[in-house]
């Protein structure tokens, strides 16, 4: 499949005996893109959709690094490459469909432990494998504990 060659994708898109993206047919006022406009478009949203989420934040979890309105645009290609590792921002579709009353039941959170790791919050300080964790990205310690816990 020669298609699949970077020189043939870039001659595709870019560098076509045209010039232009979206080759168009004048029709009087109106100019419609031709087949080759659309397959272009085509493959447009279909690499977008692949490789990027649009997604709005409804709730004030992430704050002060995400504020409540913030749209982000998740791309989720270097996933594919590599692991999610601790610090990441990830998100994920709710595995327990209590999220009816958000807007598309996808969560936004950080990485604060792998796999293996004992977690725990002691006096609204986050202990990891029982060191204190320094969080200079949270707005204030949390005001709940948690009981430690190890995830295999």
């Not at 006022?29 to 490789?51: E, K, S, V, Y």
């Not at 690094?65 to 921002?89: H, M, W």
């Not at 990485?111 to 990205?137: P, S």
Request: glycine share 6%; net charge positive; proline share 7%.
């Amino acid at each position: 499949m020669s298609f699949l060659r970077p020189s043939a994708l870039y001659y595709f898109l870019v560098a076509s005996p045209s010039m232009r993206w979206m080759p168009c047919q004048s029709g009087g006022f109106f100019r419609w893109p031709g087949l080759d406009g659309f397959m272009r478009l085509l493959l447009l949203a279909l690499l977008w959709t692949m490789f990027s989420e649009l997604h709005y934040i409804p709730s004030s979890s992430m704050y002060p690094t995400l504020r409540v309105g913030d749209r982000i645009l998740v791309e989720k290609a270097s996933f594919y490459l590599r692991s999610p590792a601790v610090n990441d921002i990830v998100t994920f579709r709710d595995p327990t469909k209590l999220s009816r009353d958000k807007m598309d039941g996808v969560f936004i959170k950080r990485i604060v432990a792998k796999a293996g790791d004992t977690v725990e919050i002691r006096n609204g300080e986050l202990y990891v494998n029982g060191v204190a964790r320094d969080e200079d990205f949270i707005a204030g310690p949390p005001s709940y504990t948690l009981e430690l816990t190890v995830r295999p």
